[in-house]
């Protein structure tokens, strides 16, 4: 651990790995359908990653990513349905020009809060602000009181309760219980066609490998173990002259940044937001999808997310009856048996033997035979 | 909005109200003490503590269905069974749960939290598999229906009144025994100091366990006293958990005294705003109201003062 470089050498060989299967792999072996599956599944890999870096790091547990994920979804989908809803598109509205749903609801002009949302550049800057902002907010509030623990976790879900009731009761302002649908075009660009799918698929992924870079970055620098050194033993590094709750706030306002750019991207890719990925079962499914993965991995975050929600759907389609029993033992096992998840299954497991393997090849020392392993054999 | 009623109509209303929320009341005090109990005493997270309160309320649908095909003569008095039938079901559930996964994670708080989720997911699915998905509700006996008339405008329904004398009855008994008795001595000791507690010779496994059958058993009370102001569904108790961490929070997590304050202002002032505004502006207000106080005063309203 000696080098700063933000990614060493077995880091490396991971994340191209994972490229090779996100942007080669998958993209050959799927049809559009599957594909658009995944890029559902990946939305929620962003979220995963920020709980990494909070939750596996910083020791904070928050239950209110979902809050997070929603307010960037929202902003995206607010910009989609603005274009969606042309006056040309909406003329058999009483009013037209406004959302469908704003016309349902006896809502004759634009709300105030709607209008920023004309603009796209406005859109991508909200996206990123307005959770960041808002997590700022909470987490000042909380850290420099030093609440923390289960304390933050109870009021993190809280907040998530509070937006999922506000989303739903106003319906005229943010479409209820139904959310925002039928979202069309992005700048003219219709995000609805196979071709546009694949295209969104590919700046999904781009998108997380950006976010798995900052997520190294972070990891590794001195900050990253400032978190770690946090986590295992908060008042050594308050005397140590830290100001811990600077970090704390800043590693939760990273993870909200990440779930919010997630959430975009699930506007984008699925065509609609709802209050159902807001609340507190969603959020918590986030978490679980990190300890799966691995609450300390970042590439193992993003491989449970794929596989927790891979098993979800195969599982709900064919066992409807079987899946929250398994969801729910998953998770029970999980965390009795195995606390780092996959990526400690690998870590544990796996990893030695494959060291094993690559590093019976080099040459040996002399008088020192090992039969076992011929030469030129692939480590794979 | 205030402004459209006179002063004596908003009396009415909120004496009114106030009544209406004692139920409610009641089903966050009942929550809250198993929970205050489990997480404020124990440390541990029960995410579960909603599917407990539902089997609580299923025993009760089950046991008023019995009375109701077998012994109708007996019907009004089978309120009282089921309130100890829910008792003993969710206590028994409890116990189970706690030897089973719990005790395997008292050094992990947080991780409690994950495992309890996964549980009510199990307990959720079970419910349905058990009793359907449908809701079901509990048909009340006589003379617990109707109200009585104080005064001409305001009238007080009378189970509102029963479930309230219960609650009061239960916290009094939960107080005595956390507080006065020597089981409760031990459970203060071992939560305070696990390793010393064993060392004096208490048997800290099985404090443990009837302290989380203690708490889960009040849940299955709380069912009992939920099935009068909902139906009962396999979600159902899903609903109820956040605000019940609240309630807990609220109060001071350690503090009996704080529960039973935090859930009275929690719940009256979501049934008085209730009158003026549609049920989830109410809601959404309270729970605004309940953070935001959470974040000026972290340590809740009645902090005990206590050395980490």
């Known amino acids: 651990m000696t080098d700063n470089r933000f990614v060493n050498r077995s880091e490396l060989i991971g994340i191209l790995v994972l490229a090779v299967f996100l942007v080669v792999v998958l993209p050959l072996t799927l049809d559009v359908f599957r594909l658009n599956l995944v890029a559902k599944y990946l939305t929620y890999a962003f979220v995963a990653l920020g709980l990494v870096i909070c939750w596996g790091y910083g020791g904070i547990l928050s239950l209110g990513q979902g809050v997070f994920f929603g307010l960037g979804g929202y902003c995206m989908a607010m910009f989609l349905k603005l274009e969606a809803s042309s006056v040309e598109n909406t003329k058999i509205q009483s009013t037209p020009g406004i959302p469908d749903f704003m016309d349902w609801n006896q809502i004759t002009a634009l709300p105030l809060f709607w209008k920023p949302f004309n603009s796209l550049t406005f859109t991508i800057a909200a996206i990123i602000l307005v959770p960041g902002i808002f997590a700022l907010i909470i987490g000042t509030a909380m850290f420099k009181r030093r609440v923390g623990g289960t304390y933050f976790a109870i009021i993190t879900q809280a907040v998530a309760a509070i937006l999922t009731i506000l989303i739903v009761g ?107 990925f807001v609340g507190i079962v969603p959020s918590i499914e986030m978490v679980i999808y990190t300890a799966v993965g691995g609450r300390l991995s970042i590439l193992g975050a993003i491989y449970g997310t794929l596989l927790v929600n891979f098993a979800k759907t195969s599982l709900s389609e064919t066992f409807p009856e079987l899946w929250l029993f398994g969801l729910g033992g998953l998770f029970i096992a999980v965390v009795l048996a195995f606390p780092n998840g996959l990526a400690g299954i690998w870590g544990d497991y796996v990893q030695p033997r494959i060291d094993r393997l690559i590093s019976s090849r080099k ?16 480590a794979e | 909005m205030f402004g459209d009623y006179s002063l004596g109509d908003l009396g009415s209303i909120f004496v009114m109200q106030g009544f209406a929320g004692l139920i409610l009341f009641s089903v966050y005090v009942l929550m809250a003490l198993g929970l205050a109990i489990i997480f404020g005493q124990m440390g541990v997270i029960n995410m579960a503590h909603g599917e407990f309160m539902i089997l609580g309320a299923y025993v009760t649908w089950m046991t008023s269905n019995f009375f109701q095909a077998y012994l109708p003569s007996l019907f009004s008095g089978y309120f009282f069974l089921a309130m100890i039938l829910a008792f003993v079901a969710s206590g028994a559930l409890g116990m189970l749960v706690e030897w089973v996964l719990i ?55 009378i189970n509102g009144v029963f479930v309230m004398c219960l609650t009061v009855l239960i916290t009094i008994s939960v107080a ?8 409760g001595r031990q459970v203060r000791a071992v939560v305070q100091n696990r390793i010393m507690a064993g060392a004096v010779g208490i048997n800290t496994e099985k404090v443990d366990r009837y302290t989380y059958g203690l708490g889960c058993g009040i849940a299955g009370v709380a069912g009992s006293a939920f099935t009068m102001i909902g139906s009962t569904g396999p979600t159902s108790g899903q609903l109820y958990i956040v605000d019940t961490f609240l309630v807990v929070v609220f109060g001071g997590a350690a503090s009996l005294l704080g529960t039973i304050a935090s859930a009275f202002s929690i719940s009256q002032t979501q049934s008085t705003l209730e009158f003026f505004m549609s049920g989830s502006m109410a809601k959404v207000l309270t729970l605004l109201a309940v ?18």
């Not at chain 1, 295992?232 to 306002?253: H, Q, T």
């Not at chain 1, 040459?363 to 692939?378: H, I, L």
């Open chain 2, 176 to 183: 005595y025994v956390m507080y006065k008795s020597r089981w």
């Open chain 2, 103 to 157: 005790r395997h994670l008292y050094k992990r708080p947080l991780d409690t939290l994950l495992a309890t989720w996964g549980l009510s997911l199990m307990l959720q699915q079970a419910y349905r598999s058990v009793f359907g998905a449908r809701e079901v509700g509990v048909e009340l006996p006589q003379w617990m229906l109707g109200s009585l008339h104080v005064t001409d405008s305001i009238e007080v329904p």
């Open chain 1, 170 to 276: 106003q319906q005229g302002y943010t479409g209820g219980i139904n959310g925002m649908t039928d979202l069309r075009t992005l700048k003219g660009w219709d995000i609805r066609p196979d071709h546009a799918k694949v295209v969104l698929y590919f700046f999904e992924v781009g998108c997380l490998f950006v976010c798995i870079m900052i997520a190294q970055f972070v990891r590794h620098s001195k900050l990253g173990r400032i978190l770690v050194a946090m986590r295992e033993k908060e008042d050594r590094v308050r005397f140590s002259g830290y100001s811990v709750a600077n970090f704390k706030i800043f590693a939760f306002c990273i993870a909200a940044v990440f779930a919010a750019i997630g959430g975009a991207m699930f506007a984008l890719n699925v065509g609609f937001m709802s209050p159902s």
């Open chain 2, 291 to 308: 953070v935001g106080i959470l974040m000026l005063r972290p340590q809740g309203l009645f902090a005990l003062k206590v050395r980490k």
């Open chain 1, 363 to 378: 040459p040996k020392p002399e008088g020192w035979t090992d039969g076992s392993v011929a030469d030129g054999a692939p």
